[in-house]
C-alpha cells in the first residue's frame, strides 16, 4: 500500500504507534500509517532516522545528529560527530531511553549522545563499513562488512555500551 508518493525519493525511515517519518529530498516526513496528507516537519540534509515516544532522531549530513517532537516543532541539534571524517553521511542510527547512537564516517565510527544533547561518547573507532546498528539494555550491535570482500563481515557487540 502506497501511503505517500514523495518527489526526490525517500530516504531512512522509522516507525511508531501511529505514524510513518522519512527523509525525502532533505526534509523529515511523517504521514499517519493509514497513510493520508504527508507533513514536512523540518529540514536537516540527507540521512537515516530513529523514533521514540516523543522524538523523530536524525542522522543528518556531515554527522551532525538531531531530534524533531513526533507531533512537529523546533530541530534540536543533539550532536555533531568530531572530528567530521571525509563530510560523510552519518549512516545509522537507533535509540534507547538514555540515549541515541550512531556510526558515521569511514574508518567508521560508533558514537553516541544523550537524548536532551551534550557531547558524543564515541564507542568504536576505526571500523570498517558499518551495514547497521542495534542497541540493547547493556549492549550495542552492528554489522560491520570488509570493504575488500562485500561477501565477509561480521556481527559485533560492545558491552557495556
Do not use: C
Request: negative net charge; without cysteine; glycine residues 14%.
Amino acid at each position: 500500500t502506497t501511503l505517500a508518493l514523495e518527489p526526490g525519493g525517500p530516504g531512512g525511515v522509522a516507525v511508531d504507534s501511529t505514524s510513518v517519518y522519512w527523509e525525502a529530498s532533505g526534509n523529515l516526513m511523517k504521514v499517519p500509517l493509514g497513510g493520508g496528507t504527508p507533513i514536512t516537519l523540518g529540514r536537516q540534509g540527507y540521512g537515516s532516522l530513529a523514533v521514540d515516544s516523543t522524538n523523530v532522531y536524525w542522522a543528518a549530513y556531515e554527522q551532525t545528529v538531531v531530534s524533531a517532537p513526533v507531533g512537529g516543532g523546533t530541530l534540536t541539534t543533539l550532536a555533531t560527530a568530531t572530528p567530521p571524517s571525509s563530510g560523510q553521511t552519518a549512516a545509522n542510527i537507533t535509540v534507547d531511553d538514555t540515549s541515541v547512537y550512531w556510526s558515521s564516517g569511514y574508518p567508521t565510527t560508533i558514537v553516541k549522545v544523550p537524548l536532551g544533547g551534550g557531547t558524543p561518547t564515541t564507542l568504536a573507532f576505526g571500523l570498517k563499513i558499518v551495514g547497521g546498528i542495534a542497541v540493547s539494555s547493556d549492549s550495542i550491535y552492528w554489522t560491520e562488512l570488509d570493504p575488500q570482500n562485500y561477501d565477509m563481515g561480521s556481527v559485533m557487540r560492545l558491552t557495556p555500551k
